[in-house]
């Protein structure tokens, strides 16, 4: 029975195998397609290696030492790596020979604490033998596939923007300005309009209008080369004639921007973006030209915006930390010296606006003193400093061409201190002015203020400034002049005004003292040469004032973000405090208006005097072009009469040429008589008087 079943079997199995296909692969069959092209999306699902160690680091270069030192190096090296966050564990290997290897692994509770400790430490110098190489425990994977084979990228087509200073050949120099208007919620989303115009004349030229332009506001660069607006997923930068755009920069729910002050880099800070992990950076730095990606953060410490603060020339810029100031330096973007300034009690600090100083105060703690003290960049060198006692703030104030550093000062008047505590009361306030010009950096004291100080500007050209001091409706405005060698001396006092804000011109002499946000704040205009008041304004109200880059015109705007009123727009006015054009330019849902900043002239100081002493030359030229534009003749009737001289101009030169041609035709008609210099010769000319009698009256008597 057992041998009659093992033959049905084996008949069963013969009929099934010839009624099924063969998939055995034939003899010598070699297989040459890879497993990542018949199952590829299998294999990326592949647990790798790197799972899960994203918040650790790999340090390595640092010192090989015994068992006996390894406590101390661990401490050094935890010392480094906890400022950018909690270490949940740390791994230093061992070697058979009792010896550390020379690296270890650094494990984070974040990976952005660990992807902030690569950035910031790598290539860091620990000590004159050792220099730290630190990466990302991920990133070994990355440089293990690195292709043997260089493969030359395809270039790039180059996109002309075309000339991005075409503005400042506009040949009758007028100036653009910005106006952002609110626009209206669509689907759930706010979008403003944006709106570009040239300031001519007699009416403005639309030159830009997009409906829903930015999300929130519009902003132009530092030197004029730019206009950036907002949207969800980041910023983005026009320029050009038509203002195409240049660059965006990726950075969803970015709120603020700011530009280095040579335009070479940008900055956007999201706040929200810390609250999500799929977008850790909180403030990047960009490059501009080439759209990269230079630097970010992921934490900061808190301080008032802009959080990054730069140098004139691009090449460093500052943060604040917890008793502590980190410089950077470009392009590396790495910490200057690989450490911080450790400054305890720091409380604000400001770049000088020509030279490479920091400028900072530390408040008073127990028996030490407040201070400010002059910085230098990249040296660290204390240049100047200046204790001050009893303070309760600084406000520190450059002027525009970093002659001067004036440090506002508030103090207690009354400072009693008992076994655990100091109580104070009163206040008065002082300004210290550093001349920083002169040999040893010398400082002055302006006299004391009793009252409430509202404001305080220095005149961008010049060596005067203004301060607004005094109660609420009773103010008082004193203006004073510094020169070298001398302590700072009052010009002039205006008292019993009521101002909350000074406006100087950009290129000084010229101010505008405003009460802005006040029904019927009035807006004086003075010049500040002999502190003649030229004109009184006394609008509606005012929200914000903004003078133009020549120092020729001013707007006073109301704004429909700060008063709630229904007129909104804005009035153009002369330096003079003349109202311009035919008064308030009304806009709905006016928003902002924001002037388009001219760069540096590049003019010496030489050259500028002599255009200035003659300046009369121009002045018939320059007064034609103003009757000629400001007539009110229509722009098509002004292009028509223009066509007109033109052609006549031209008719007349090729008349007169023809006319030359001519004159050998002219001497063989008349026997070779030049009648054409007849009326040179005078003396070949006889005078005859000829009466006509025009009309004729009868009178009788």
């Avoid at 999500?276 to 990047?284: A, E, R, S, T």
């Avoid at 006692?389 to 009354?414: E, I, P, S």
């Avoid at 020729?552 to 709630?564: F, I, L, N, P």
């Avoid at 100081?605 to 229509?634: C, G, M, P, W």
């Amino acid at each position: 029975m057992a041998k009659k079943k093992d033959s049905i079997d084996h008949g069963d199995r013969n009929s099934t195998s010839e009624n099924e296909p063969d998939f055995a692969d034939p003899v010598g069959y070699v297989d040459d397609i890879p497993d990542e092209e018949l199952c590829g999306d299998i294999l990326r699902t592949k647990p790798k290696e790197t799972d899960g160690v994203e918040n650790v680091i790999v340090v390595d270069g640092i010192p090989q030492v015994g068992e006996d030192r390894l406590e101390k190096l661990r401490g050094v090296i935890r010392k480094i790596f906890s400022k950018f966050g909690h270490i949940a564990q740390d791994e230093f290997p061992m070697g058979e020979d009792g010896m550390s290897k020379g690296y270890c692994f650094i494990e984070y509770s974040s990976p952005n604490n660990a992807i902030e400790a690569v950035k910031t430490t790598d290539n860091y110098k620990f000590d004159k033998s050792h220099t730290l190489s630190v990466n990302l425990f991920t990133d070994f994977d990355k440089y293990e596939n690195i292709p043997t084979e260089w493969h030359t990228p395809e270039p790039q087509p180059y996109r002309d923007p075309g000339s991005l200073w075409y503005y400042l050949a506009e040949p009758h120099a007028y100036d653009q300005y910005l106006i952002v208007k609110l626009g209206m919620q669509k689907g759930g989303v706010q979008g403003n309009d944006v709106q570009v115009c040239l300031n001519s004349v007699p009416e403005p030229t639309e030159l830009l209008n997009r409906v829903g332009g930015t999300d929130t506001i519009a902003k132009w660069s530092p030197l004029g080369t730019y206009l950036a607006t907002f949207h969800s997923r980041g910023v983005a930068l026009w320029g050009g004639e038509k203002f195409e755009k240049i660059n965006r920069f990726a950075h969803p729910n970015a709120e603020f921007i700011d530009f280095s002050p040579c335009e070479r880099y940008l900055i956007t800070f999201a706040p929200k973006a810390e609250r999500h992990y799929d977008n850790p950076d909180v403030l990047v730095i960009w490059e501009i030209r080439t759209g990269a990606k230079k630097r970010s953060f992921s934490e900061l410490y808190k301080s008032p915006w802009p959080i990054l603060k730069w140098s004139h020339d691009d090449k460093f810029f500052a943060k604040m930390g917890p008793d502590m100031l980190s410089v950077y330096e470009t392009p590396s973007f790495r910490l200057l010296d690989n450490k911080s300034i450790k400054i305890p009690d720091l409380r604000d600090f400001s770049w000088s606006p020509s030279d490479n100083i920091i400028a900072y105060w530390i408040s008073e703690d127990n028996e030490r003193p407040a201070r400010v003290v002059l910085l230098e960049i990249p040296s660290r060198n204390e240049v100047r400093a200046k204790n001050l006692f009893n303070v309760a703030d600084c406000r520190m104030h450059w002027q525009k061409a970093g002659d001067y550093l004036c440090v506002k000062v508030d103090r207690y008047t009354k400072v009693k201190k008992e076994k655990h505590e100091t109580k104070y009361g009163g206040m008065y306030y002082n300004f210290e002015i550093f001349h920083m010009k002169e040999k040893n950096i010398p400082v002055d004291s302006v006299c004391e203020f009793k009252e409430p100080i509202g404001a305080f500007a220095w005149e961008p050209v010049g060596n005067k400034f203004a301060i607004i001091h005094g109660e609420q409706n009773n103010t008082a405005v004193s203006f004073y002049g510094v020169r070298k060698g001398d302590a700072p001396v009052l010009l002039k006092k205006m008292e019993k005004k009521r101002f909350n804000m000074l406006f100087w011109g950009p290129y000084g002499q010229y101010i505008v003292l405003a009460l802005l946000k006040t029904p019927e704040g009035p807006l004086e205009f003075i010049d500040t040469n002999d502190f003649t008041v030229m004109n009184t304004l006394v609008p509606e109200i005012t929200t914000d004032i903004e003078w133009d880059p020549t120092g020729r015109y001013v707007v006073a705007a109301v704004s429909a973000w700060t008063a709630k009123v229904a007129d909104t727009g804005y009035t153009l006015i002369s330096f003079q405090g003349k109202v311009l054009s035919k008064g308030k330019v009304k806009v709905e849902r006016f928003g902002n208006l924001f002037w388009r900043p001219r760069p540096p002239c590049l003019l010496t100081h030489a050259q500028i005097k002599e255009i200035k002493k003659n300046l009369k030359k121009y002045t018939t030229k320059f007064d034609e072009e103003d009757r000629f534009l400001q007539s009110s003749v229509s722009a098509e009737l002004l292009e028509k009469r223009k066509k007109i001289i033109e052609a006549w101009k031209e008719y007349r030169t090729r008349k007169e040429e023809q006319y030359g041609n001519e004159r050998q035709k002219r001497l063989f008609l008349r026997n070779h008589t030049d009648t054409d210099e007849l009326d040179a010769d005078r003396s070949s000319m006889h005078e005859e008087i000829i009466d006509v009698l025009i009309k004729e009256d009868i009178v009788e008597e």
